[in-house]
């Protein structure tokens, strides 16, 4: 009798990182302090790192990093390009000690690490990865050493990286991400030139810039963005809402506090 090879789904695991006892004093550059609650805040992460769960995400705790205000912001240490993760070199020195926790993490679970290293400097949440195509913001934060050193890094396994110029938003990434079709997605006004993506599909709502793709029909977004989600909704996604408003008061969004690791 013939067997029957059964394909293996490949795991699904996200790191995430606890927030930090001063997540209030965390940095900011494009708006204005106010008031954060650390225990809605802790509330808030618990509700999205369920929300990973219950789309079938593993999550793996980053060790926490009590004293680094911006740590639960993990997407910034390490980015992950299929089997690789490179590690990042903050442009905030106040960020550097994020990264030696993301490392030990990645090292953990097997996968090799590269890193990016000064007078470079390039945080993660610069990089949007749209099929082999590898967008960085040129930012306060990522600088031209930054992104040649990740050019020269993925050129060899077939991506390209195009600089993108971002001075009304903290990061890349909000101002812009990709739904699973590679779509580019983005409120304009905190875009630079939209003119660099070759799909590109404004959003109504400064939150609705920022979506993680749990798979080929599902995203998870801000609950602060419900006309963006209708948006998304109409071109056949399923959103999963989460509230991230503690977040959101110091730049962060849902892209920020999770690293997808497949």
Same mark, same amino acid.
Request: proline share 7%; net charge negative; aromatic share 4%.
């Given at each position: 009798?013939? !067997?029957?090879?059964? &394909? ?5 695991? /996200? ?10 004093? $965390? ?21 999205? =790192? /369920?929300?990973?769960? /219950?789309?079938?995400? %593993?999550? +793996?705790?980053?060790? &926490? ?8 912001? +993990?997407?910034d240490? @390490? ?18 000690? %994020? ?19 000064l ?32 050019? !020269? ?15 009304r ?6 101002? =812009? ?6 779509? @580019? ?9 939209? !003119? ?5 599909? &404004? ?7 920022? =979506? ?15 006309r ?7 071109r $056949? ?8 408003? %503690?977040?959101?008061?110091? %730049? ?6 999770s690293?997808?690791?497949?």
């Amino acid at each position: 009798m013939e !067997s029957v090879v059964v &394909p293996q789904t490949l795991p699904r695991r /996200a790191l995430v990182r606890r927030p930090a006892r001063n997540l209030a004093d $965390g940095l900011l550059t494009h708006i204005e302090r106010v008031a954060v609650d650390p225990a809605l805040a802790q509330e808030q992460w618990h509700g999205y =790192v /369920a929300a990973l769960a /219950a789309e079938g995400w %593993e999550t +793996i705790e980053v060790e &926490p990093a009590p004293e680094l205000p911006d740590s639960v912001f +993990i997407e910034d240490a @390490v980015i992950m390009f299929g089997d690789l993760a490179v590690v990042a070199s903050p442009g905030a020195d106040a960020r550097r000690g %994020e990264t030696a926790g993301a490392e030990a993490a990645v090292t953990r679970l097997g996968i090799p690490v590269r890193h990016l290293e000064l007078p470079g400097t390039l945080d993660g949440g610069d990089v949007l990865k749209v099929g082999r195509t590898v967008y960085v913001g040129r930012s306060l934060r990522t600088n031209d050493a930054g992104i040649d050193q990740l050019r !020269s890094i993925l050129a060899p396994r077939g991506y390209t990286v195009v600089a993108v110029p971002i001075s009304r938003a903290l990061h890349l990434k909000t101002a =812009v991400t990709a739904l699973p079709d590679g779509t @580019v997605i983005g409120f304009p006004p905190l875009v630079d030139d939209p !003119s660099v993506f070759l799909n590109f599909l &404004p959003v109504p709502e400064a939150h609705g810039t920022a =979506v993680v793709v749990l798979d080929d029909r599902t995203v998870l977004m801000s609950s602060a963005a419900p006309r963006s989600a209708e948006l998304f909704t109409e071109r $056949g996604y399923r959103v999963v809402a989460v509230d991230i408003s %503690e977040f959101e008061k110091l %730049e962060g969004c849902v892209t920020c506090l999770s690293v997808r690791v497949r």
